[in-house]
């Protein structure tokens, strides 16, 4: 991570998932590395990202042990919900399972941000990334269905970017990003990828800190996929 300075810190919310241990892992090879924090419901007591107190809690500790973090990385997100998989058509919709959804991959990481955001330095290349996915596109929408995955996402993405311009204003260095790790074999992607092309999860973890690696704060409020290309809105 050389765009990082010596001793830097880094928070991997979601270390227990398939791509959010092989970051933690990764992020933990590179030379420059300080304190890797792993944090996920399974590893960390009372942690819940559907809970704000558990949430800001988390942040109070991680402030009094470790200060500030230059890369926060939250890798959570769900698909199946109740082992119901993505919708195919309206009439599959539930309006339970929809709130889920965006329990999880949205409320939850906005929640990260109100609490999080606090723990990035004020000043130096620091980057807030979330794991968002391709379908969360509205302008790359062809195929329809996967109504609340898709809507979660997509509205996950709006987060990153009104978030970024608040975060711009104290930190002009920070980066936001939302990011696409493309399609992985992991428990999440492996009942749906069809004979799609995957990457495995260390793939993937070497793919996201590259582009991590490589961004300027030119680049914050970004939709980005594993590759560095820019998709759309």
Same mark, same amino acid.
């Given at each position: ?11 991997? +919310? ?18 420059? /590395? ?13 942690? &819940? %990202?559907?809970?704000?107190?558990? +949430?800001?809690? #988390?942040?109070?500790? %991680? ?5 500030? @973090? ?19 058509? %309206?009439?599959?919709?539930?309006? %339970? ?9 949205? +409320?939850?990481?906005?929640?990260? @941000? ?7 330095? =004020?000043?130096?290349?620091?980057? @807030? ?14 195929? *329809? ?27 002009? &260095? =920070? +980066?936001?990003?939302?990011? /696409? ?15 799609? @092309? ?6 993937? #973890? ?7 690696? *490589? ?5 914050? *409020? *970004?939709?980005?996929?594993? &590759? ?6």
């Amino acid at each position: 991570m050389k765009s990082f300075p010596d001793g830097f810190n880094a928070l991997v +919310i979601g270390s227990s998932g398939g791509i959010g241990s092989q970051l933690a892992s990764e992020l933990g090879s590179a030379a420059n /590395h300080g304190n890797i924090v792993r944090l996920s419901r399974s590893n960390t007591e009372d942690f &819940d %990202l559907t809970d704000e107190n558990s +949430i800001s809690a #988390a942040a109070a500790r %991680l402030r009094q042990n470790h200060g500030s @973090f230059q890369i926060i990385f939250c890798a959570t997100g769900v698909l199946d919900i109740g082992g119901v998989g993505p919708e195919k058509a %309206l009439s599959d919709l539930d309006p %339970l399972t929809m709130a889920s959804a965006f329990a999880v991959n949205t +409320i939850g990481p906005a929640l990260l @941000f109100k609490h999080f955001v606090p723990l990035l330095p =004020a000043s130096g290349k620091c980057v @807030f990334a979330v794991l968002s996915a391709r379908v969360g596109s509205i302008g790359d929408n062809r195929l *329809g269905g996967w109504y609340s995955y898709r809507s979660s996402k997509a509205a996950l993405n709006q987060l990153v970017k009104s978030a970024s311009i608040e975060i711009a204003r104290n930190r002009p &260095d =920070a +980066i936001c990003l939302a990011l /696409h790790p493309g399609t992985i074999e992991t428990g999440l992607s492996r009942p749906h990828a069809r004979g799609r @092309f995957t990457h495995a999860p260390d793939q993937a #973890a070497k793919n996201l800190l590259k582009v991590i690696d *490589g961004v300027t704060p030119e680049s914050t *409020g *970004g939709f980005m996929a594993y &590759d560095g290309s820019v998709i759309p809105w």
